[in-house]
Every structure is written in C-alpha cells, then in structure tokens.
C-alpha cells in the first residue's frame, strides 16, 4: 500500500536520481571540470539518497520518513548547486528535479507524520 500511497514521490525520487547521474556524467565531459566538483560530488550524493528514498517508500520502510526529509535537504543543496550553472542544459535539468524532488520529500513526510499521529491517537484509545 505504501508505494502506491507515495507514488508521486517515489516518481519524482528516481526521476531526479536520474537526473542527477546524468549531470554528474555531462559535467565530468566539460571543460573545466575542477570547477563543477562540487556539483558532481552533489549529484552522486542526491542519485543515491534518492535511489534509497524511493526504494525504502516503496517497501513501506519505518525508516521512510527520516530517509525522506534527509532526501530533501541533500536535493535541495545540489538544486542549488546546479542551478548555478545556467550555460549548462544538465544542470538546470537537474535543478528542477531536485526542486521537485524536495518537495514531494517534504510533502510525504507531512502526509506521514500525519498519518502517524492519527495512528497513535488510535492505537493509545484501544
């Protein structure tokens, strides 16, 4: 139930660590890669915490919510990161799906501390 409960998330998770291994490849092809290291350490960083959050959602992992908000701030930076880069198609790609990425992390935790709460609420009147 859970992988179709945050199947907008876990879509925006392996899209964005799609989106962040391929800019990690592209920036290591330019021309001066000394000053796009930041960006590529990023980008490993985010395609695998990522790959991590959609799989742990997927599976309906206890871990889920923390994994997720961590997701979030780690896409966030690199977001930020590779938006600094505006000659470069890959990384402004990329920084629309870290962007997008936060977001859906930061809503699904919000739907699941949620659902949590009304959870406990529930199991401590039994």
């Known amino acids: 139930m859970a992988h179709q ?3 907008s998330c876990i879509e925006a998770c392996t899209q964005c ?3 962040c291994s391929h800019c990690a490849t592209a920036c290591l092809q330019e021309q ?17 915490i990522c790959q991590l959050a959609a799989a742990a959602m997927a599976r309906g992992s206890e871990c889920a919510q923390q994994i997720c908000a961590l997701c979030a701030d780690i896409c966030e930076a690199c977001g930020d990161e590779c938006a600094k ?9 990329c ?10 992390c930061r809503r699904m935790g919000q739907q699941a501390g949620s659902q949590a709460g009304s959870t406990g609420a529930t199991a401590s009147a039994h």
């Open 5 to 7: 409960q945050y199947a």
């Open 17 to 19: 660590a799609t989106e």
């Open 32 to 48: 001066d890669v000394k000053m796009l290291a930041r960006c590529i350490a990023l980008d490993i960083d985010c395609a695998a």
């Open 85 to 93: 880069h505006t000659a470069m198609q890959h990384c402004q790609a």
């Open 95 to 104: 920084a629309q799906a870290c962007q997008r990425c936060a977001d859906e």
